[in-house]
């Protein structure tokens, strides 16, 4: 894979940390390629890393000193670390060993690079390089979770053969690929200045009070281009069904449960928003009526009677100042028909329509792919991590907002 070169280099700190993994030796191809892209890169070191490539070849290759050490007395204040951890516009920790991933789920602080995790306020980027085993031992996957919920951002690991003789998933990230995924979530501003609702994860409808209808949705998408439209300057709320994700710092989140609370919470603030995106699943029917008390065996409830919820999407596109409406479809068969018909049915600025049902993507997935219609006009983004699909998204729906508000 080769860099594309974007039009104008973005001039930002990158912070690399190294951990002690054979794919060290990689990361000097990383540092070559950020400071082509016209990054400054500072690069920190655990003690095992230096066992395996030299401090000296990073300090060549990226101009600056490299730091190892937590307790670093060269610094005036002694506070090596909190300067540097305020330097940096985004913390790349690559390769991330099992070791350190697992002090930074747990909060430990006790080398240079997991004090520095807990340090960063800028967002952390992590590419995990570990024999396969390691990789797919159940505890190296919870502390994953752990991070993922703690807005850490993955870039691979990629399977193939590893350096072990072994084969399967653990190999670090090509360079190149670390490199354009940095350069492609760059803090923007394209919509600075622009107020972007989105709606996110599931409904619940409730039977009684401990029974509910409810979908697969996991919110991951929604989540992903709430972080995505707030690094592009947007200023965001989210609105989000019951999900088990951390919602992204510094965003207004409502959280609500019900079909009819998300319609209320959206619709409350749909005609003072720029851009509504609606990427939560929300149930279609809901119970007539919600049981005071839970419905007994004995009571042998076996028809239940639904009424249609309200169609949010469809009311926000109709509202008298109606935002530039985005919807999501999610469809297990005639994916662009359906989605079509969605967007000239609700008329719709756009839709986002998906495949559910198969074996990649889709509900609660990590990665996802999306076919995009608008009036004249198709895209489709392939496959990839749901954070990169955000963020292409982002791009494709400013372009249309642009354009739409130009006429
Ligand atoms: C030759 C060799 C290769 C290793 N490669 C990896 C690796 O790719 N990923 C990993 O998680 N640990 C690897 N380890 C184990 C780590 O070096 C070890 O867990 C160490 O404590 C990590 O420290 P750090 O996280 O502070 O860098 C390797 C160890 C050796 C001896």
Redesign the pocket.
């Known amino acids: 894979m080769t860099v594309t070169n974007l039009e104008t280099p973005i001039k930002k700190h990158v912070l690399l940390a190294i ?5 060290a030796y990689k990361s000097a191809e990383l540092v070559r390629l950020l400071r082509k892209q016209g990054c400054e890169v500072r690069v920190v070191m ?4 230096r066992e395996f490539v030299s401090p000296l070849t990073f300090q060549a290759l990226s101009g600056n000193p490299v730091h190892t050490e937590l307790l670093d007395v060269e610094e005036e204040n002694a506070m090596g670390h909190i300067n540097l951890a305020r330097w940096a516009d985004v913390l790349v920790i690559a ?1 991330a ?4 991933i697992a002090k930074c789920a747990h909060g430990l602080a006790d ?1 240079l690079v997991s004090t520095l995790f807990l340090a960063a306020t800028c967002p952390v980027y992590m590419a995990p ?3 396969q085993a ?1 990789w797919n031992k159940t505890i190296t996957q919870e502390n994953i979770r752990q991070l993922e919920g703690c807005e850490v951002l993955f870039i691979g690991p990629n399977a193939g053969d590893q350096a072990c003789g072994e084969t399967g998933k653990g190999r670090m990230a090509e360079p190149a690929e670390i490199c354009q995924r940095l350069l492609l979530e760059s803090k923007s501003d394209i919509l600075q200045g622009v107020k972007v609702l989105i709606s996110a994860g599931p409904t619940r409808e409730y039977i009684d009070p401990v029974r509910y209808i409810t979908n697969r949705s996991s919110g991951k998408m929604g989540f992903a281009l709430a972080r995505a439209a707030s690094r592009a300057g947007a200023q965001v709320s989210l609105v989000s069904g019951p999900v088990n994700l951390q919602p992204p710092p510094h965003l207004d989140v409502i959280h609500v449960e019900t079909a009819a609370q998300m319609y209320d919470a959206v619709i409350s603030r749909a005609s003072k928003t720029d851009i509504y995106i609606g990427a939560a699943a929300v149930a279609d029917y809901s119970p007539r009526v919600m049981e005071k008390e839970k419905v007994k065996k004995k009571d042998s409830l076996t028809t239940l009677l639904l009424h249609k919820t309200k169609d949010i999407l469809a009311d926000v596109a109709q509202l008298k100042n109606a935002p530039f409406t985005v919807g999501f479809a999610a469809e297990t068969n005639d994916l662009a028909a359906y989605a079509q018909a969605k967007l000239s049915g609700k008329k719709l600025d756009m839709i986002a329509a998906n495949w559910v049902g198969r074996e990649q993507g889709g509900f609660d997935s990590n990665q996802n792919a999306l076919e995009i219609f608008w009036k004249n006009g198709k895209a489709s983004l392939p496959m990839t991590d749901k954070n990169q699909l955000a963020e292409q998204l982002i791009n494709l729906i400013t372009t249309r907002f642009n354009e739409k508000n130009r006429i």
Do not use: K
């Not at 951990?19 to 794919?23: D, E, K, L, P």
């Not at 655990?46 to 890393?49: D, E, G, I, L, Q």
């Open positions: 951990c002690g993994g054979i794919a655990t003690h095992s890393a390769p060993t099992a070791n350190t080398d390089a570990m024999n390691m």
